[in-house]
């Protein structure tokens, strides 16, 4: 990733900042979600966002509700940013591992009293009451397909093995 983000002419935070608003919902696309997902202060995060923001990878838009929140969402380029970096990395391996994967990360999340930030389809919350129709029973929001395979702060895995 690093060498991807230098040929990119960005900083591996940036990189990562744009993967994550590529995969994140509209729950978890603020300054503070990142933050908790990244690791980082909310001010370096802010730092990274500003600049981001400034060559066209991301927009700001204010909450109707709230004000005070303002949501983060990737703009074509960087998205194409995004794509590149997933189209950059080798995954293949043997398919019998993901599973363990899985069970191994949940374990340390756990371990560690991290969020599971998870998509909506393994998560608890998912209700699915008829084809295609999903519900958040946390939120009571409508979601769409596209949205139940997006990642949430508000993740809490259905299962012990879910992340």
Not at 1 to 25: P, T
Not at 96 to 106: G, R, S, T
Not at 146 to 161: F, G, R, Y
């Amino acid at each position: 990733m690093r060498k991807f983000a230098a040929e990119e002419g960005l900083q591996l935070v940036h990189i990562e900042i744009l993967q994550y608003l590529s995969v994140s919902n509209r729950y978890s696309n603020t300054t503070q979600v990142i933050s908790e997902y990244l690791g980082q202060t909310k001010g370096s995060i802010s730092q990274s966002l500003s600049h981001l923001q400034e060559y066209g990878f991301i927009k700001r838009t204010q909450d109707n509700n709230d004000k005070r929140v303002f949501h983060l969402s990737i703009t074509t380029k960087g998205l194409s940013v995004a794509e590149r970096l997933l189209d950059s990395i080798n995954l293949d391996g043997p398919e019998d591992l993901e599973p363990a994967l899985k069970v191994m990360l949940a374990t340390i999340q756990r371990k560690n009293g991290l969020r599971s930030f998870g998509t909506c389809l393994s998560c608890k919350y998912n209700q699915n009451p008829g084809k295609n129709l999903f519900v958040c029973g946390l939120t009571k929001e409508k979601l769409s397909t596209n949205d139940v395979k997006k990642i949430c702060k508000e993740h809490e895995p259905a299962t012990s093995t879910s992340i």
